[in-house]
């Protein structure tokens, strides 16, 4: 039976295990087949989501996942609904299961076509033209890729099989030829659900995984059930969820608590205008989140020599010349880096050398991958018992690899892995679906916040959210600093997802509404 996704971390494993699950389950020779399951399990959906539906049109290609679409065709068509089918398979070629979806669909009054049908937004289009096959080296096929031209342009709800048909199970990445075609294809047009089949796939939740999916749904096609012991692959990542809701920090303080029980942060950035271009705003915003997210005390060294005395916005934050900001650093949860311009470049060896929990961002991640001594002490913290937590976004991550943002966005799961082993750190990789990577720990990707994120200073806000949390535990090492990553990201979307879709989201609005909105 699908089901939408539990309110709970989830397991996600990639092409691979999902293989060795399947052969697995395939040995056993369940009946009905797994095909058959799914196809039930996918019929049953296509009526949830569609109960008008005049027409249905199901898309089915060359493989099993074509077999999955033959068998759902079948159903729906016994159950009296209008279907239209496009087979792109050729019998002989045909695994034996497809085969008898194929009989099933044939023995139906179903029209089969290869002329996409005038389609109605109330009506449905099944997407079972590629699934966990696709090939990343294959050729783009031209007739799979003008019926997804089709399907997307389409006012009809999409119901995509497994996968969304080109999108890489491992990494979320649209495969070349299959993405919409429209740079900015907006997903208010169309409703999109996937079904997810056996398993959850790392790339529904991240890159361009959240949009070609749409609402994922789920069914392990009675895996659970089956009375044999079936491999148990270590989860590639897991989906975040907080053990505990996201107010639970704060409204479990002990009573006999004062404002140092809950941790220093001391934000380091925000360049000033003598430097060319003022950048002050961003270490405020660092602050500030940090202030509302609970942190026990707030401190800013703005650089440059800042001439502020006070920020009458927020007086609770305390601001400290560089002199008394050096000296907090071994007692403090320290952000640097937000608009920290070229600045920051030449307080980093002392920071890097004494913070005694260090995030860095932007422009102080900017200042370490372009000198290899910064680099050197970075490493040199993990040894030292120093945790250390980096929020690069794509670019920023690219410059700390020395790649391209193409190349980061290819594979986000491997490039957050490959710079937390390399740099022993926390990081945490920004964008649509945030991945969280420590060394030792299986990454998590982040479910919550949306496009309402994407302006300017949010970053900066999530740094001091991250930090508050962080700040407010007993002990810094990794693996806080990982659980305080993924908290501090979960409630930073969390926010976003609970915004009025219609009301832009400012930085400084996210920072001020944090603890009342989570
Ligand atoms: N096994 C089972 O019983 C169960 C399987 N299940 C279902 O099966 C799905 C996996 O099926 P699958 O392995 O047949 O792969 P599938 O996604 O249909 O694609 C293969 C076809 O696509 C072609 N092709 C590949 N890449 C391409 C590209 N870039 N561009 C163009 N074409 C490309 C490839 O071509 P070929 O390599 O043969 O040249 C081949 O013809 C899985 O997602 C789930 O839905 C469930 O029902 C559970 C039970
Ligand atoms: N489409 C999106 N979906 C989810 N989160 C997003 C999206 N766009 C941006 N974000 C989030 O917004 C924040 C932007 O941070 P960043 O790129 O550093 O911006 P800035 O430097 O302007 O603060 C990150 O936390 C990122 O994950
Ligand atoms: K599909």
């Given at each position: 039976?699908?089901?939408?996704?539990?309110?709970?971390?989830?397991?996600?494993?990639?092409?691979?295990?999902?293989?060795?699950?399947?052969?697995?389950?395939?040995?056993w020779h369940p009946q009905p087949?797994?095909?058959?399951?799914?196809?039930?399990?996918?019929?049953?959906?296509?009526?949830?989501?569609?109960?008008?539906?005049?027409?249905?049109?199901?898309?089915?290609?060359?493989?099993?996942?074509?077999?999955?679409?033959?068998?759902?065709?079948?159903?729906?068509?016994?159950?009296?609904?209008?279907?239209?089918?496009?087979?792109?398979?050729?019998?002989?070629?045909?695994?034996?299961?497809?085969?008898?979806?194929?009989?099933?669909?044939?023995?139906?009054?179903?029209?089969?076509?290869?002329?996409?049908?005038?389609?109605?937004?109330?009506?449905?289009?099944?997407?079972?033209?590629?699934?966990?096959?696709?090939?990343?080296?294959?050729?783009?096929?031209?007739?799979?890729?003008?019926?997804?031209?089709?399907?997307?342009?389409?006012?009809?709800?999409?119901?995509?099989?497994?996968?969304?048909?080109?999108?890489?199970?491992?990494?979320?990445?649209?495969?070349?030829?299959?993405?919409?075609?429209?740079?900015?294809?907006?997903?208010?047009?169309?409703?999109?659900?996937?079904?997810?089949?056996?398993?959850?796939?790392?790339?529904?939740?991240t890159a361009d995984g959240r949009?070609?999916?749409?609402?994922?749904?789920?069914?392990?096609?009675?895996?659970?059930?089956?009375?044999?012991?079936?491999?148990?692959?270590?989860?590639?990542?897991?989906?975040?969820?907080?053990?505990?809701?996201?107010?639970?920090?704060?409204?479990?303080?002990?009573?006999?608590?004062?404002?140092?029980?809950?941790?220093?942060?001391?934000?380091?950035?925000?360049?000033?205008?003598?430097?060319?271009?003022?950048?002050?705003?961003?270490?405020?915003?660092?602050?500030?989140?940090?202030?509302?997210?609970?942190?026990?005390?707030?401190?800013?060294?703005?650089?440059?020599?800042?001439?502020?005395?006070?920020?009458?916005?927020?007086?609770?934050?305390?601001?400290?010349?560089?002199?008394?900001?050096?000296?907090?650093?071994?007692?403090?949860?320290?952000?640097?880096?937000?608009?920290?311009?070229?600045?920051?470049?030449?307080?980093?060896?002392?920071?890097?050398?004494?913070?005694?929990?260090?995030?860095?961002?932007?422009?102080?991640?900017?200042?370490?991958?372009?000198?290899?001594?910064?680099?050197?002490?970075?490493?040199?913290?993990?040894?030292?018992?120093?945790?250390?937590?980096?929020?690069?976004?794509?670019?920023?991550?690219?410059?700390?690899?020395?790649?391209?943002?193409?190349?980061?966005?290819?594979?986000?799961?491997?490039?957050?892995?490959?710079?937390?082993?390399?740099?022993?750190?926390?990081?945490?990789?920004?964008?649509?679906?945030?991945?969280?990577?420590?060394?030792?720990?299986?990454?998590?990707?982040?479910?919550?916040?949306?496009?309402?994120?994407?302006?300017?200073?949010?970053?900066?806000?999530?740094?001091?959210?991250?930090?508050?949390?962080?700040?407010?535990?007993?002990?810094?090492?990794?693996?806080?600093?990982?659980?305080?990553?993924?908290?501090?990201?979960?409630?930073?979307?969390?926010?976003?997802?609970?915004w009025p879709a219609q009301r832009?989201?400012?930085?400084?609005?996210?920072?001020?509404?944090?603890?009342?909105?989570?």
């Open positions: 039976m699908p089901q939408r996704l539990p309110a709970t971390p989830l397991p996600l494993f990639n092409s691979a295990s999902t293989r060795a699950l399947e052969q697995a389950a395939l040995a087949s797994l095909m058959q399951r799914a196809g039930r399990a996918c019929a049953q959906l296509a009526q949830a989501l569609a109960p008008h539906a005049q027409h249905i049109w199901v898309l089915c290609g060359p493989g099993n996942n074509g077999g999955d679409g033959l068998a759902a065709a079948a159903i729906l068509a016994a159950q009296g609904r209008k279907v239209t089918l496009t087979w792109l398979g050729q019998r002989e070629r045909c695994s034996s299961d497809t085969l008898v979806a194929l009989q099933q669909a044939q023995n139906q009054a179903i029209h089969w076509s290869d002329t996409p049908p005038a389609l109605q937004p109330h009506d449905l289009i099944v997407d079972a033209l590629l699934g966990l096959g696709l090939h990343s080296q294959a050729a783009t096929n031209p007739r799979i890729a003008a019926l997804l031209q089709h399907s997307y342009a389409s006012p009809a709800t999409v119901l995509a099989v497994d996968l969304p048909s080109g999108l890489q199970a491992d990494t979320g990445l649209w495969q070349a030829g299959y993405a919409p075609q429209t740079p900015h294809h907006s997903p208010g047009h169309q409703q999109r659900h996937t079904l997810s089949l056996l398993t959850l796939k790392p790339g529904l939740f949009d070609a999916a749409g609402q994922i749904w789920f069914d392990d096609l009675g895996l659970g059930q089956l009375p044999i012991a079936l491999p148990s692959p270590a989860p590639t990542a897991w989906l975040h969820h907080p053990a505990a809701p996201i107010t639970a920090g704060l409204a479990a303080r002990r009573h006999a608590s004062h404002k140092g029980s809950f941790g220093d942060v001391l934000v380091i950035g925000g360049q000033g205008l003598q430097a060319g271009a003022a950048m002050q705003g961003a270490a405020i915003l660092a602050a500030s989140a940090a202030l509302h997210h609970g942190a026990g005390r707030v401190f800013l060294h703005l650089l440059d020599h800042g001439q502020l005395q006070q920020l009458p916005q927020t007086p609770e934050i305390m601001l400290r010349n560089q002199v008394t900001a050096l000296a907090q650093l071994p007692s403090s949860t320290v952000v640097c880096g937000c608009g920290g311009g070229s600045s920051v470049a030449a307080l980093l060896p002392k920071v890097l050398e004494h913070s005694a929990r260090l995030l860095l961002d932007a422009d102080a991640l900017n200042a370490i991958a372009a000198d290899a001594m910064l680099r050197q002490r970075l490493k040199n913290r993990g040894p030292a018992g120093l945790p250390t937590v980096l929020t690069p976004h794509p670019l920023e991550a690219a410059r700390l690899l020395n790649s391209s943002v193409p190349a980061v966005q290819a594979d986000r799961l491997a490039a957050a892995h490959t710079l937390a082993n390399t740099l022993d750190c926390t990081v945490l990789l920004k964008g649509s679906g945030s991945i969280i990577a420590s060394p030792g720990e299986v990454p998590h990707i982040n479910p919550t916040g949306n496009a309402l994120l994407a302006t300017g200073g949010t970053g900066d806000v999530l740094a001091g959210m991250v930090a508050a949390r962080w700040a407010s535990m007993p002990n810094g090492m990794h693996r806080q600093a990982h659980h305080a990553a993924c908290a501090g990201a979960y409630a930073h979307g969390a926010i976003a997802d609970g832009p989201l400012t930085a400084q609005a996210l920072a001020r509404t944090l603890a009342r909105a989570c």
